[in-house]
C-alpha cells in the first residue's frame, strides 16, 4: 500500500525520453488535495576549508576545518499525470491506480556524478518526486526515485586543434636559459567521448641545448568545486603515453628559424609524422563548466628533457561526454510493477516536452527552500526530507540582442540556446542583421570554447550580409588555437573576401596564414 514510481529506462540519456508510471494504492480511501510529481536536478558542493580559530583564553589560535555548503538549480519539471478517476471529492478513492508519464529530457543537461576528494564533496543529483498532498497528519505519503543521467551532446561536432606552435624556454636548473623549443600539436577534433580513441600529431624543433629524451602525451582532469567564497581544486592525471618520435629531435636544431621552419612543422603536423595516441579512460568524468561544479580536462604534450633541464609543455583543452546519439541502443528494462496492474486502474497517458522545463542557470529561475540542520562546525547542511522545492514562472526573453547575450551569460550549453533560437522566426530579424561588434561579443560570451566555431557558423548561415569584418571581430574574442577553424569555416560565407581579405589577414600569425591559405585561395 502506498506510492512509488517505476521507470521503463536503461540507460537514462539527455535528449531522450524518460517513460514511467506513478503507482498508487491505497485498500481505503485516503484523503488527499492533490498529486504532485516533479522532476528536479541541482548542483550540490561542500567545501572543506581551514579556519584560524582564537583561544580566547590563551590567545593562541588553531587551525580548524570548516565546511561551506551549496546547492544550485538546474532544471524543474511539473508532471501532471491525470489523476482525474483517482481523487474525488477531496479523497483518493479505494484501489490500484497507475499513472504513466513520458517526460523529453532536454539534450543539454549534464551527467549525474558525484565526487569526492580531500573532503570536499560535490553532486549533480536528478530526482523524480511524487507526493499526495494533504493526505498525512504528520507526513504525506511520497516517495523520490534517483535517475542516473547520462549526456550526450547532440550537437558536438568537430573542433580541430591548430594552434600555432608555442616557444618555450629551456633552462638549467630553472635559471640559466639554454635555449628554447618550439612545440606544435594537432587534433582532428578535441570533443571526445569516454572510450573513444584519440590519435594526436607532435613536432619540435629543439633550439637549445638540452637533449630532448621523449615526448609524452598526458590527459589531466581538473575538478573545482565552488561555495560561498570557498573553492576546492583537484587535478588527476587520467593517463600517459609517448610520442613515436624515435630522436628525430632530441639533439639542437640545425634548420634557420623563420616562416620555411612553420611549413615544415605544419606538413608534419597535418602527415601525421609523429604520432602518439590513447583511449578516453572509464574513470573520466564529463568536461562541465557550471556554476558550483567545473570539470576541465587537458591533453599535455611534454618535451621532457634529459638532466636538470626545465622540459617545455604544450596544454589542449579537451571536451568529454558519455556518448553520442549514433551508439548501438540499448533495450530498455522495465522494472517490475508493484501490483498486478490487470487490477489496476490505468490512467491516460501524459507527455511532457523539454521546452515545459523551467532551466536553472546556478540560482534561477527556481528557488530552492531547504530546511536546514545545523551542523557540529556551526555550518548548515540540507535537510532532503523536508526540502520545499517552489518554482517561478518560466523566462521568456523578448527578442533582442542584449537579451540574447543575458541568457548566454546564465547558460551552461551557449550552442542550444543560439540553435534554438535559430528556429524561431521571432529572432530572425535579430541574427539577419548582426553587425561584425555583436558576432565578437556573442563569440566571447560563449563559456565552452569548443562551441565558439559551430555558434559563429550558426551567426553566418543566417545573417543576410556576412563581410570579412565579421571574421576579424569573431576571430579577436576566439580562444587563438580556435582562429584557424574560425577563418577556415567562416570564409564560404563571406561576401566581399576578394576585397577585404587583407583585413583577416593582417590579424594573423605567420602560423595560421600557413593553414589557412588553402582556404583563402578557395574563398577569393
Known sequence: MGIGIQLETCPIVTGSTIKGSVFISFAKDVKAKQLVVQLKGEEYTKVQYMEQVKDED??????????????????FLDIPVDVGQMIQMGKVQSGNYVLPFEVELPSYLPSSLSFDRNGSTCDIKYILNAQLKGSGWIIDYKCKKELDVSSCFENMGETPYNGSPTMESVNFCCCINKGHMLLGAHVSNTNRCIGENIKVAASCRNHSTAELGQMNLLLTETVTLFSNNHAATVTTELCKTPVN????????????????EFEAMAQELQEGTYEGQFSIPGNAMNTYPGNLIQVSHCLIVAAETNGCMTSPSLNIPLRISDERKNITPVQPVV????????????????????????????????????NSSILSDGYTVPDEENDVFVPLTKIVHEPSFQ??????????????????????SKWDNIFNNITPLELGQMVKQVDMVHDQTPVAK????????????HIVKAIRNCADWNTVAMVETLLPFTKDVALNKNSILDKLSEWDKTLTAVAFRNAS
Open 58 to 75: 590563551d590567545g593562541t589560535t588553531t587551525d580548524k576545518k570548516r565546511h561551506s555548503y551549496s546547492s544550485k538549480n538546474l532544471i
Open 245 to 260: 618520435m624515435g630522436a628525430a629531435f632530441s639533439q639542437e636544431s640545425t634548420e634557420s628559424e623563420g616562416s620555411a
Open 335 to 370: 522494472e517490475q510493477p508493484l501490483f498486478d496492474v490487470s487490477t489496476a486502474i490505468i490512467a491516460p497517458p501524459v507527455f511532457v516536452p523539454s521546452a515545459n522545463a523551467v532551466m536553472g542557470t546556478g540560482g534561477g529561475p527556481a528557488v530552492f527552500v531547504p
Open 403 to 424: 537579451n540574447l547575450l543575458k541568457e548566454m551569460d546564465q547558460s551552461i550549453d551557449d550552442l542550444n540556446i543560439v540553435k534554438d533560437k535559430m528556429f524561431d
Open 458 to 469: 550558426l551567426v553566418a548561415e543566417k545573417s543576410a550580409y556576412f563581410i570579412c569584418d
